[in-house]
């Protein structure tokens, strides 16, 4: 294959203009000349500069353009191009800078800071080169420029960008834009290759006409005849076939095409928006990745929408803050206890603590060095329900109230005695204890005492408040209490009261979330979502920040996360598995 350029000019035509161009045999030069230079002077360069690139032997293309502009570059500022088959040489000096027009996406290529500067490459078919100098590129933003070209051809956009300069006759704006278009080189059909390949291989067959014999020459004729009618009648059809294929393929690219166009403009957009407008950046990163999912499911399969597909993935994190990865195994628990299966899972400082309901066991975990321990076993917490840590003690929930795990004979002490019914929630903060009751509708303190025991009861939500906790499923303290429901409402209360809080929508909508995690030390609030596959952390505030997908987190059990060591840990029956916060 090989490439027709087609330079399409903007610039002055009058011998006054101060913007020139010039083209000849593959060679395309954009010259912007000083002010004080006469008509005769701007001849005389134009010709040397001929002269200079077309009489020089023994270089190559680079480096004879390099050197050419070089010699000139006191008088003029230049863009010049030299296209030597697929191989495109670009020199520029000045300020005058070179930019291409690839697939829907504009790349700064080179750029004049008061030196030559060169660079050579490769074309591909429906390539654009813009050659333009300062004047034009301080007036035309790279925003108007991709989008007139992701519109129109370089005719239609020169036109469109004349309209925005006005007269060039007036003005030192100059441009030139390149269009590469592949050309077949003249080559046998494949039908014909066929044929021409069957002759040579064919023997030549001789005929001699022996008296008595011409009735069996001519019979022997008709089968040779009919042999290579059906050849050719075969491969005609094959050609037939190739053709329809090939038209078949052509109108389904011509169909889609636009739309493959458009979501990687709407991509690129997106990308240098992010600082500016963040808003409207994720619009456009949405409308992408619809277009490129779209595509994926209709079967179009093309090169360029697999880099479409690569490209909404890697940028997710950045605009949207999804992140896509399998979290890894951060401990296999079986190899503690054989038949470990865990049922929650909590933290308190820097440990994680599993519990396993069903083998009355439960262990300590350190989020850095992952040291192991057993806090307690079927002895102290045979028939336990849930459990809480606050510092370095620990809180089991029973059917016969709540037991502190000791390091005495007995194992265990009754610090809190059943006087409740139905399912509750509860968590330890600072010293006292915190009872969820979804069948009183009310959240019940247990202060903590001198002597480490704990007072009766006491209403913490103050009265005058209509509260609906019977949906709660998760409860959280950090200072405030954090209260998951199942109708997708995350509760905050402070002092007793609730504290006015939503979160910014996400989609999908989070449905059946499992489990709410924060401490104090913590930004954010984590949320465990398997409906979704996935976490979604906000700030406290209610911001959104991060969602973590993976189809590992429709199993997960629980979630636990320190900041510090960037680790959101998921509890997986017998294993501990973590995701790494990218966000942070």
């Known amino acids: 294959m090989s490439f027709k350029i ?53 270089l190559t293309p680079f480096n004879n353009l390099r050197e050419t502009v070089q ?8 863009a010049a191009i030299y296209v030597d088959g697929k191989c495109v040489n670009c020199v ?16 700064n290529i080179l750029e004049g800071k008061g030196t030559v500067v060169a660079a050579s490459g490769y074309s591909k078919n429906e390539d654009v080169l813009i050659m333009g100098n300062k004047s034009f590129f301080d007036k035309v933003s790279q925003g108007e420029l991709r989008a007139i070209l992701f519109e129109s051809n370089p005719t239609v956009a020169v036109e469109k960008l ?26 046998e059909t494949k039908f014909l290759k066929i044929v021409h390949f069957l002759v040579r291989v ?19 004729s008709r089968k040779t005849t009919v042999l290579v009618g059906v050849i050719l009648l075969i491969l005609l059809t094959v050609s037939i076939v190739f053709g329809v294929k090939q038209r078949n393929l052509k109108l389904l690219k011509s169909k889609y095409e636009s739309r493959l166009n458009e979501a990687r403009h709407q991509l690129d957009e997106a990308d240098s928006l992010f600082a500016l407008n963040p808003i409207r950046s994720k619009e456009l990163f949405n409308q992408a990745k619809k277009t490129s999912k779209d595509l994926v499911n209709e079967g179009v399969k093309d090169e360029r929408l697999s880099i479409l597909e690569k490209d909404v993935v890697g940028m997710s994190g950045k605009i949207l803050g999804e992140y896509t990865s399998e979290p890894d195994l951060f401990l296999d628990l079986s190899l503690l206890s054989s038949g470990f299966k865990g049922s929650e899972v909590i933290a308190s400082s820097d440990k994680i603590y599993v519990l396993d309901k069903t083998g009355g066991k439960l262990v300590s975990i350190d ?3 992952k040291k192991t321990e057993v806090v307690a076993g ?22 016969k109230g709540i ?9 265990k002490s009754l610090v809190v005695e059943k006087d409740w019914e139905g399912e509750v929630l509860f968590s330890s903060y600072t010293g006292n204890i915190y009872l969820l009751d979804k069948s009183k509708n009310t959240i019940w303190r247990f202060s903590g005492l001198q002597n480490g025991s704990f007072g009766p009861k006491q209403k913490w939500l103050g009265s005058g408040f209509t509260v609906d906790l019977t949906k709660s499923n998760s409860m959280i303290i950090d200072g405030s209490v954090w209260i998951l429901t199942d109708n997708e409402l995350i509760l905050k209360y402070a002092l007793g009261a609730p504290i006015s809080f939503s979160t910014s929508e996400v989609s999908p909508k989070f449905s059946k979330p499992l489990s709410i995690y924060t401490n104090e030390d913590l930004t954010g609030l984590y949320i465990l979502d398997p409906e979704n596959s996935r976490v979604l952390v906000f700030d406290k505030n209610g911001e959104y920040k991060a969602s973590y997908i993976a189809d590992k987190i429709k199993e997960a059990k629980g979630l636990v996360v320190s900041e510090k060591t960037r680790k959101a840990i998921l509890l997986l029956d017998d294993k501990l598995y973590f995701l790494e916060l990218k966000h942070l």
């Open 6 to 58: 087609t330079p399409v000019s903007l610039s002055g035509k009058s011998q006054a203009s101060l913007v020139q161009v010039h083209e000849t045999n593959n060679l395309v030069v954009l010259m912007t000349l000083k002010s004080n230079v006469d008509f005769s002077q701007k001849s005389q360069i134009i010709s040397r500069f001929d002269e200079e690139f077309f009489s020089k032997r023994g």
């Open 71 to 78: 010699k000139v570059d006191q008088e003029i500022s230049v």
């Open 92 to 107: 520029v000096t000045g300020a005058s800078q070179i930019m291409l027009f690839r697939a829907g996406v504009l790349a």
């Open 162 to 187: 004349r309209l925005i300069l006005g007269s060039i006759e007036e003005n030192t704006a100059g441009c030139v834009m390149v269009s590469f278009e592949e050309v077949a080189e003249e080559k």
């Open 202 to 220: 064919l023997p030549e067959r001789k005929i001699h006409v022996v008296p008595g014999s011409f009735e069996n020459v001519r019979t022997s």
């Open 367 to 369: 989020f850095e060095t």
């Open 378 to 399: 079927p002895d102290q917490i045979s028939d336990v329900l849930k459990v809480a840590v606050y510092a370095d003690r620990t809180f089991v929930l029973t059917d």
């Open 403 to 411: 037991y502190e795990v000791t390091a005495d004979k007995s194992g």
